[in-house]
């Protein structure tokens, strides 16, 4: 006799091996000869990872976990499903490495990739491997290369010479979240802006497409308000105002408030206006360049602080009010330079009306400048009155045109008023701007772009793709700022004679704006995708992601999607349906009295408490992101060793529903190891050969009885909160059932029915696949629990045939007792009467109320 206790090792590497030989998670598509159309489809999604030189930590797999069991219930539901994974590899970090250590970019990458596989294949993840790609790989690019084609056909593409980060220390242009504070990332270099010739994107011709189609996704509410943030759309008017002084010069503003203008007293502008050097007086040209200077080493983000102190300085020049006579006093403005105005936002320039725009207000405070209320607040509102700033709707006054009307009305007098004299015009803006597509790097797609000796650029003909990177052993900066892929001599020199390559390469969005559809024929030779495959899996119905991506790369992919759509390559307006954030998994840190993170490899716990080890100084116990120098990041490879991949998935889920953040807490992991021995044991006799304990290996006799019964509806309530948890992905609530559910078997062990342990088996398979593999099979199963249907409820057994039914005494409770629910109320006084008989002794009943199905009350003396 060999003994057989619960072995997550072993289990766990024959079940991955054995998925592994028979390609159990393949995904047939259309044209295949085991596709069958009949079943519905479902496309369950991840965010790709950068194959990062760390591997993954804890944090990693929790989204890729939750879609995994998605992902296995949906194919047990019978639906066709499309679950795969790939890396973007094009990044970076690869290249910096790169450029420390000499490694080539593609060979780190490759490692890195080896270490996620086999991370992920270890967590049990059921991906169609068969449809892996790495949008580094030529044949992947080649088609990034190709939508490229199509964006530059349709006009979307075009260079132009636009202010980029420029670090002077590093030789190279930074994409804005290379640079904290005006300083680079890496080396914390200063860096400042510069105008340089780049490639751009006009997302901005799909601005009100891609804000109206948000209406027709099922996406987090909060999410949707970001990107209509991003976009920005704003409607109001267009001015000019006439430079005092300036010839034919104007400062042309945008202005949603154009009811306000009257209240306008003085216009600020962007410090990289273009007009102004040249409005800019001989007095003030000194303080005037100097506060341009240290503008352009800030962020946009710092500028547009609402925290932040305003400032600004006088140019010296003043503009004049359009709807004033030039000789009216008022009409005099002074323009100021200010760095909280953006030249990327409207036109770089505002009319500032302090009496209505906090900014404006604060602004006019700091500086001294007049401030006029020119619409008059709703009675009971504060206004300049009071002190306030006011900057809602209300009555415009001060403001002779319009003087009485209502914001909505007033707008509309000024706007036809400025039409009439020709200074200005209705007009819709947005925040957003076109997408700066340009790195001087190395390590990316290269542009499918030829210049000629005459100025001219035409793309490279389809045929002709993948443009491919050339193999390069230096990719260091240029001194001259110039792109690594300049010094490829050979490579640069295009066929046609003094035509020439394109240098620069695409941003690291660029393969992950259209990963999606790849997944749906990858191996395709011929175009990006098939028509069939693209048409049969549609839009992503599930995708997964944190919410640092709720911006940029949703907006970038959704654009791209409607390029695709407009050219007639994808039949679908959106790219994913549903979109799901799960939270951030966090760890235990520790924080001195100073505020300080002390890593936790310097904290020990002496009598109860966490003190610094090097000097005995209390620490507190804090929350925080996982991070090398904390020394709190936990590897998965570690967890799996000690407790198993099953326990791991399980803990994961556990801590909390999956768009929750949560500290990850070692102690708690080996209850969801003993959960696992506990289901081990209730099947198998660990001290016997045979594959399940004798009672689960008999056929059931019939309709359950006696405690199989009790067993049955503990089990359909078990599997009502295990569905319901995918509601809303709080698989936490599922775990909790299935293990409500094995309590219940505890009691009665013998009376756990071979239907009973089956159904149980197949709802643990999504949260704990190896395990219920084995039992399925131990069952006398074959084909795998992973593709077995899966329980449903029986209705009738979540209805109660008997309730616990409440017995008081003078209304205090004295007994609990059940009763059959069909039990009249002589029944249920007779039940009562018997289950509080010791507290009735020597009592006299006066009064009986029952209510059925409820209680029943004696009232005594």
Not at 167 to 174: F, Q
Not at 272 to 285: F, G, K, M, N, Y
Not at 406 to 427: D, F, H, N, P
Not at 573 to 582: I, R, V
């Amino acid at each position: 006799m060999t003994p057989q206790p619960y072995d997550p090792r072993a289990i766990e590497t024959r079940w991955q091996e054995r998925w592994k030989d028979s390609n159990a998670f393949r995904t047939p598509n259309p044209g295949d000869a085991d596709f069958d159309a009949s079943k519905p489809k479902y496309y369950v999604l991840d965010m790709f990872p950068y194959p990062s030189g760390a591997g993954l930590h804890v944090g990693h797999p929790m989204g890729y976990i939750g879609s995994d069991i998605i992902a296995r219930k949906k194919r047990m539901e019978g639906c066709n499903v499309l679950h795969p994974m790939g890396y973007d590899a094009f990044g970076l970090p690869a290249e910096q490495y790169a450029i420390q250590t000499g490694k080539h970019p593609g060979d780190t990458t490759r490692e890195n990739i080896a270490t996620y596989r086999r991370q992920l294949e270890m967590i049990g993840l059921s991906y169609d491997w068969d449809r892996e790609l790495s949008t580094a790989d030529p044949s992947y690019y080649r088609w990034t290369q190709w939508i490229f084609a199509r964006l530059y056909d349709r006009g979307l593409a075009y260079q132009a010479e636009v202010p980029v980060w420029w670090c002077e220390e590093l030789k190279t242009v930074l994409a804005n979240e290379e640079v904290i504070n005006g300083r680079s990332e890496r080396g914390d270099h200063p860096c400042e802006r510069r105008p340089l010739k780049q490639w751009m994107l006009k997302i901005t011709a799909y601005a009100d497409r891609l804000l109206e189609d948000l209406d027709e996704v099922d996406w987090p509410d909060s999410v949707k308000a970001m990107q209509r943030e991003w976009i920005g759309k704003s409607e109001g008017a267009e001015i000019a105002f006439p430079i005092q002084g300036g010839a034919d010069d104007a400062l042309v503003v945008f202005t949603t408030r154009p009811d306000t203008i009257f209240g306008a007293t003085f216009m600020c502008v962007a410090p990289e206006h273009p007009l102004v050097a040249s409005i800019t007086t001989d007095e003030q040209r000194a303080a005037v360049d100097e506060y341009v200077r240290a503008a352009a080493l800030k962020s946009d983000l710092e500028r547009t602080d609402l925290a932040k102190d305003k400032s600004g300085v006088f140019t010296g020049a003043y503009a004049l009010n359009p709807l004033l006579d030039a000789d009216d006093p008022k009409a005099r403005i002074p323009i100021f330079v200010a760095d909280y105005v953006l030249a990327s936002y409207g036109t770089g320039a505002i009319m500032a009306v302090p009496g209505h725009d906090e900014r404006d207000f604060e602004f006019a405070q700091k500086y001294d400048l007049e401030v006029l209320e020119v619409v008059a607040p709703p009675e009971g509102t504060p206004g300049l009155a009071d002190g306030v700033c006011f900057s809602g709707k209300g009555t415009a006054v001060n403001s002779p045109p319009i003087d009485g009307l209502a914001t909505a009305e007033a707008t509309q007098r000024i706007v036809a008023l400025l039409e009439e004299r020709g200074v200005g015009s209705a007009k819709t803006t947005y925040r957003l701007r076109d997408w700066l597509f340009s790195r001087q790097r190395y390590w990316g797609e290269p542009f499918p772009v030829v210049h000629h000796a005459d100025g001219t650029t035409t793309r490279v003909p389809d045929e002709d793709l993948p443009v491919e990177l050339p193999p390069m052993d230096d990719f260091t900066p240029s001194d001259d700022g110039s792109a690594p892929l300049a010094r490829a001599k050979d490579w640069v020199e295009a066929p046609g004679g003094g035509a020439r390559r394109d240098t620069d390469t695409m941003p690291g969005w660029a393969g992950s704006c259209w990963y999606y559809l790849r997944f749906m024929d990858p191996t395709n030779d011929a175009a990006p995708f098939s028509e069939a495959a693209e048409r049969y899996w549609g839009n992503v119905d599930l995708y997964i992601g944190g919410v640092e991506h709720a911006v940029l790369h949703l907006l970038y992919a959704r654009f791209w999607h409607k390029v695709l759509y407009d050219a007639g390559v994808v039949k679908t307006k959106e790219p994913f349906q549903t979109l799901f954030n799960q939270g951030m998994l966090t760890a235990f840190a520790y924080k001195d009295d100073t505020g300080r993170l002390v890593p936790t490899n310097e904290v020990e716990e002496r009598g109860g408490k966490h003190v610094r080890a090097s000097d005995g100084a209390p620490v507190e116990q804090v929350i925080a992101k996982m991070s090398k120098s904390l020394r709190n990041v936990v590897n998965p490879d570690q967890v799996i060793e000690e407790y198993g991949c099953d326990t791991f998935r399980l803990y994961e889920m556990f801590m909390g529903p999956l768009s929750d953040s949560k500290p990850w807490n070692p102690r708690d992991v080996p209850g969801c190891r003993r959960f696992l021995d506990r289901v081990w044991r209730a099947f198998v006799d660990e001290a016997s050969d045979d594959p399940v304990r004798p009672h689960l290996a008999r056929e059931d006799a019939g309709e359950p009885e006696g405690a199989s019964l009790e067993l049955e509806r503990a089990w359909n309530k078990a599997l009502v909160r295990v569905n319901a948890s995918f509601e809303h992905f709080n698989f936490n609530t599922a775990i909790a059932g299935l293990m409500t559910f094995l309590n219940e078997v505890g009691k009665k062990p013998e009376a756990l029915t071979r239907s009973q342990a089956d159904r149980f088996v197949r709802a643990l398979a999504p949260f704990a696949p190896h395990v219920a593999e084995e039992l399925y099979e131990r069952l006398g199963h074959t084909g795998g629990v992973s593709h077995a249907p899966w329980p449903q409820v029986v209705e009738q057994y979540l209805v109660e045939d008997s309730f616990e039914l409440i017995v008081q005494i003078k209304g205090k409770l004295r007994a609990k007792v059940q009763a059959p629910k069909d039990a009249d109320q002589a029944a249920l006084e007779t039940l009562a009467r018997e289950a509080a008989a010791s507290h009735l002794d020597g009592a006299t009943v006066v009064k009986t109320i029952v209510v059925p199905g409820r209680l029943v009350n004696f009232v005594t003396r």
